[in-house]
């Protein structure tokens, strides 16, 4: 049985937690987030400081990834 790396690996998994918002205008995407395995996480008020956390985590986890 050959061992393959999973389609969806733990190292690049987040839990997402958006607050609720109690207007009706345009749409407020805040709320927190972290990452699984490390436990690191932050809040966010919109989807590009989300984005910029998730990529921070990301390229350490690559970098960690390869220099094993």
Known sequence: MSQSQPSLPTNRAF???FRLQSTE???????RVEH???GEGTR???????L???IHVLRHVQQASGAQ
């Open 15 to 17: 839990l997402v937690q």
């Open 25 to 31: 205008a345009s749409p407020a995407y805040a709320g």
């Open 36 to 38: 699984v395995v490390s």
């Open 44 to 50: 966010f008020h919109s989807l590009d400081e989300l």
């Open 52 to 54: 910029a956390f998730m």
